[in-house]
C-alpha cells in the first residue's frame, strides 16, 4: 500500500514452471496440437499430475513467492499476463493456438491460487498474416467469460519479422469492438524480435520491446482508431518505449488528435530521471503503476541497496508530484483503465483529503473529483 491506498500495478508476467518448457517441447516435436493438461485451474492430463513442476504444490509455491516478491515492494494487486519473451508467434499456427489455449489456463491457475494479488490478462493467438484479428476473439471470449480475464495483451509485431499490420489499421478493428464491447483493455507489450542485427545484444528482445512499443506509440497518435471506438483503452507497456523530443504543441505529435481517454502508459522505466520525465511528458493522468515485478527490474539500485521494481517509494520521492498525483499513478488510473482490476483488488477510487475538503463542484475541483471517481 501508499499511505494507506492500495497499490495497483498494470504488468507483470507469469514465471514458468519446469512443466511448460516440457509441454513446449512436446509441441513442437510432434509438430501437432496437443490439448492443455491444465483447464479451469486443475490439471486434467493424469500422468501432467506427477509430471515435474506439475504438482499442486509446484504451482502453490509458485504463486507464494510471487506474491511475497510483491509484499515487499509494497503491490497489493498485479494484472498477470503473458511473458512476452515466451509468447512465441513465430510458432507455425496449429500449434500456436495450442500453446496460448495452455498459457492462458496456466495464468489462471496462478488467479485461482492468489486471487488477493492476482488477476488474468489474455495472451491471444496472433497471426499476423490474416485479414484482421476475428481469429483472435474465441480465445479472448473464453479467458474474459470462463476466466473472469480484466485484459488482454497484444503484440505489434507477433512473429518478430515486422509483418503485422500497424495497429491504426483495420486488422485490429474486430479486436478493437470486442474489447469495447467487453470493456477490457489492451496491454501492448512488444515480443521477441527476428531483426539480425539485434544479434550482439545478449538480451536483444528488449530492443524489439523499445522499437515496436515506440512505434505503435506514434501510429495511435496518428490513427483514427480512437474516433471509431472511442471507449477503447489501450496501456503502452515501459513508457511507450521511449520519449518524445519534441515539444507537446509540435505537428510530429499530432497536438489535434485528443487521446487522453483512450492511450495509457505505465510506469515499468527503472531510470529515475526517465522516469520522472515520462510522467511529464505523458501526463499524471495518463500513468498507470507497472512494474513487471519480478523481471527485467531486479538489478539493485545503488543508491538504495534495492531492486530497481521497487518503484512506490520512487515515486513516492518525485517532488514535482502531489500526493493526489502519486494516488492517481498508484491506484486510481490503474482502476479508471481496468476496471476489472480495481473490482479484483476490492478498491475505490480515493482522493486525498486535502484536496477533497477543497472540492466545491467547479472548477478544477470538480475535474479532479470526475477524473479520480470515473
Not at 531483426?195 to 522499437?211: C, E, G, I, K, S
Not at 526517465?274 to 523481471?295: D, H, N
Not at 502531489?322 to 480515493?350: M, Y
Request: net charge negative; hydrophobic share 35%; aromatic share 10%.
Amino acid at each position: 500500500m501508499y499511505n494507506g491506498v492500495k497499490v495497483l500495478d498494470v504488468h507483470s508476467h507469469i514465471r514458468w514452471q519446469p512443466a511448460a518448457m516440457t509441454f513446449m517441447n512436446q509441441l513442437i516435436i510432434s509438430n501437432h496440437p496437443i490439448k492443455s493438461p491444465i483447464e479451469g485451474g486443475k490439471s486434467v492430463d493424469p500422468k501432467s499430475r506427477q509430471a515435474a513442476g506439475m504438482l499442486d504444490e509446484d504451482w502453490q509455491a509458485a504463486a507464494d513467492s510471487h506474491a511475497a516478491y510483491l509484499d515487499v515492494r509494497n503491490i497489493d494487486t498485479q494484472i498477470l499476463g503473458p511473458h512476452p519473451v515466451e509468447v512465441n508467434g513465430w510458432l507455425p499456427r496449429h500449434i500456436f493456438e495450442s500453446w496460448t489455449r495452455y498459457v492462458n489456463d496456466s495464468i489462471f491457475k496462478m488467479t485461482q491460487l492468489r486471487p488477493d494479488k492476482f488477476t488474468g490478462a489474455a495472451q491471444l493467438p496472433q497471426v499476423a498474416t490474416e485479414s484482421d484479428t476475428r481469429h483472435v476473439l474465441p480465445e479472448l471470449e473464453r479467458c474474459v467469460k470462463e476466466y473472469g480475464f480484466v485484459a488482454a495483451y497484444a503484440s505489434p509485431d507477433i512473429t518478430g519479422r515486422r509483418d503485422t499490420p500497424g495497429m491504426h489499421e483495420a486488422y485490429w478493428y474486430p479486436l478493437y469492438e470486442k474489447c469495447q464491447e467487453l470493456g477490457i483493455p489492451l496491454v501492448v507489450h512488444g515480443t521477441d524480435g527476428q531483426d539480425p542485427r539485434f544479434h550482439v545484444m545478449p538480451h536483444n528482445y528488449q530492443l524489439a520491446f523499445a522499437t515496436e512499443q515506440f512505434i505503435t506509440t506514434y501510429l495511435l497518435r496518428w490513427g483514427d482508431q480512437f474516433k471509431r471506438f472511442p471507449e477503447l483503452r489501450i496501456i503502452m507497456c515501459h513508457m511507450g518505449g521511449g520519449l518524445d523530443r519534441f515539444i507537446k504543441q509540435s505537428n510530429a505529435l499530432n497536438p489535434e488528435n485528443d487521446t487522453t481517454n483512450n492511450l495509457f502508459f505505465d510506469s515499468c522505466a527503472y531510470d529515475v530521471d526517465y522516469l520522472a520525465t515520462g510522467i511529464k511528458q505523458r501526463g499524471v493522468s495518463q500513468v498507470c503503476f507497472g512494474v513487471e515485478a519480478p523481471g527485467s527490474g531486479q538489478t539493485i539500485r545503488p543508491e538504495t541497496g534495492k531492486s530497481s521494481d521497487d518503484l512506490v517509494p520512487v515515486i513516492a520521492g518525485l517532488d514535482f508530484l502531489s500526493e493526489q498525483d502519486k494516488i492517481d499513478i498508484f491506484h486510481n488510473n490503474p482502476a479508471r483503465v481496468c476496471h476489472g482490476l480495481s473490482t479484483a483488488a476490492g478498491s475505490e477510487a480515493h482522493i486525498h483529503p486535502v484536496l477533497a475538503n477543497s472540492i466545491s463542484g467547479n472548477g478544477s475541483g470538480e475535474h479532479l473529483e470526475k477524473a479520480a471517481l470515473s
